[in-house]
């Protein structure tokens, strides 16, 4: 009987946790956003290409805002906008025409697990492939990307500058750390990076990031982890 339901449907519902980047917009200057953007992604255009973006308009308190400029930008630089947040009826209505999501954050939205016993027991098992490390001997060169999408990622060796390393989990490398390296890249707000020397060109942990101008180098053992929304970075004893 189930299955023959089940060959009956198109579709299923599911309920999924994405992480999206969001840009808090401080300004509705649009060449000022343009000439910022540009260069944010000549630092790191991997990162941000093709990524989903969400405009966070609540600080605008009600300046007019050209929302087409702006989402005429970001496609520019191959970013993709999907939705507001922050947004009041007049931005709503613009987002509408835009055909753009408007986000209502609010812990309304929550949802009891304990409601869904079949969403637990998948949370679970998402919890359990994290325990599948990814291991490399050799040093990352420039241009080399390492993926990792069930769990932690470990380099015994050195990763050049241009080399990018991402893990759903946590990423120890024992050596120097001098391309990019993101952790927690489906969301895992726990992640953790570990090197050995860090020269990084980028730090990253469930869509929150540091670029190399905000970064000290530290030349030894130190963790960077993810604090009230915050990257931080400390030596390790």
Do not use: W
């Not at 953790?192 to 020397?197: A, E, K, L």
């Not at 009230?228 to 030596?235: D, H, R």
């Amino acid at each position: 009987m189930t299955d023959t339901l089940l060959k009956s449907q198109a579709f299923k519902l599911k309920g999924r946790l994405y992480t999206f980047t969001v840009f808090q917009l401080l300004s509705n200057d649009s060449m000022q956003f343009d000439q910022q953007l540009e260069e944010l992604i000549v630092k790191a255009p991997r990162f941000f290409d093709k990524t989903p973006i969400v405009l966070d308009c609540s600080a605008l308190h009600g300046e007019d805002f050209d929302l087409q400029a702006f989402c005429k930008i970001l496609r520019t630089y191959n970013l993709q906008p999907v939705a507001l947040q922050g947004v009041d009826s007049a931005l709503a209505s613009l987002a509408e025409k835009e055909r753009l999501a408007v986000l209502h954050a609010s812990s309304s939205h929550d949802k009891n697990l304990e409601d869904d016993k079949e969403e637990v027991f998948e949370q679970q098992a998402v919890i359990q492939e994290f325990s599948k490390a990814k291991m490399q001997d050799s040093p990352v060169r420039s241009g080399q990307r390492l993926i990792n999408k069930g769990g932690d990622l470990v380099i015994t060796a050195s990763v050049s500058h241009g080399a990018e390393l991402l893990a759903d989990g946590n990423i120890h490398v024992y050596g120097a750390l001098r391309g990019r390296a993101l952790a927690g890249m489906s969301g895992d707000i726990h992640a953790r990076i570990f090197c050995m020397s860090l020269e990084a060109e980028l730090l990253s942990i469930a869509g929150f990031y540091r670029l190399s101008d905000s970064i000290e180098p530290i030349h030894g053992p130190c963790q960077i982890y993810l604090e009230n929304e915050q990257i931080k970075i400390e030596p390790l004893c």
